[in-house]
């Protein structure tokens, strides 16, 4: 599979995550087909659209993988807020807001992480 066929696969799995929700890099890439490859959403995610909501997307302890002080991590942090998102001690409550996708998918993801 070529790179942008992936990155493409993998856009379209993070731009099903709804507001006020939040997905995992894992989650992410099992979804697309890729487990184990939660890095490659890291990259996908680079530089990606204005219409992919990237900012929902943490690492699987519930934490923004940014620096906490960037740019990019500032706006992370805010966008959630602004979805409603609580972050505690600098982590999401997984439990209480990571998306689960709609039952044909539901076996796919990965609760992990």
Known sequence: M???DTRQRLLAVVRRVPAGRVATYGQI???AGLPGQ????GYALHNCPADVPWHRIVN???RISLPADSTAGLAQHRRLSEE???M???R????RYRWEPPSEVAGQADTGG
């Open 84 to 86: 409603g998102i609580a």
């Open 60 to 62: 699987a302890r519930g």
């Open 29 to 31: 890439a099992k979804l």
């Open 88 to 90: 505690i001690g600098g």
């Open 2 to 4: 070529a790179a942008g």
């Open 38 to 41: 939660a890095r490659l959403v």
């Open 92 to 95: 999401i409550d997984l439990p």
